[in-house]
């Protein structure tokens, strides 16, 4: 069966201790890895979840430890809504396929996704302000401006190599 790798900050680890696996030979999909950290609004726990080869965001709120039990659906479901609200059409069956299993890991030190991920938080800390408590914010609106904010993939500086993280998840999702 087909198993995702989501690496975890330090700061999640300590959070999801029980769901950290450390076997990782696992072959990732065609979705590669994605990393994981949260952050809290309104003392609630969130977590920023963003795929390492596009960028791609997706955010679950309000995550307790009584939810880690059912977290893999919770992800799919959340990563499925927030595909559709980017317009990118799959079935949900298809996804669940892509995806498969999950497993969590400790980090793995990818300083660009944690750059990255660091910057998309600077944003939200942003738009906290705007909206104030949780239950205002617009998550999946929050979530869509930051996957539709401009991102390079590639190694040169031509204009063709910066895109969006929407983009760049439909040419996976529709290969």
Not at 12 to 28: A, M
Request: include cysteine.
């Amino acid at each position: 069966m087909r198993r995702t790798k989501i690496h975890t900050t330090k700061k999640l680890e300590k959070l999801v201790k029980k769901l950290i696996k450390t076997d990782q030979n696992t072959d990732c999909g065609i979705l590669g890895k994605w990393n994981a950290t949260v952050f809290y609004v309104d003392r609630k726990k969130c977590w920023l979840i963003t795929n390492g080869l596009t960028k791609y965001n997706v955010i679950l709120t309000d995550i307790k430890s009584s939810d880690l039990s059912k977290i893999e659906q919770i992800f799919k479901d959340a990563l499925f809504g927030q595909l559709i609200y980017d317009g990118i059409m799959t079935d949900f069956e298809n996804l669940d396929s892509i995806i498969g299993g999950i497993d969590f890991l400790p980090t793995n030190n990818d300083r660009s996704t944690t750059g990255f991920q660091n910057h998309s938080l600077e944003s939200l800390d942003w738009w906290k302000s705007e909206f104030g408590n949780l239950e205002n914010m617009p998550i999946k609106d929050l979530t869509n401006r930051l996957n539709t904010s401009p991102i390079h993939i590639g190694k040169g500086r031509k204009i063709s190599d910066y895109t969006n993280s929407i983009d760049e998840m439909e040419k996976i999702l529709n290969k």
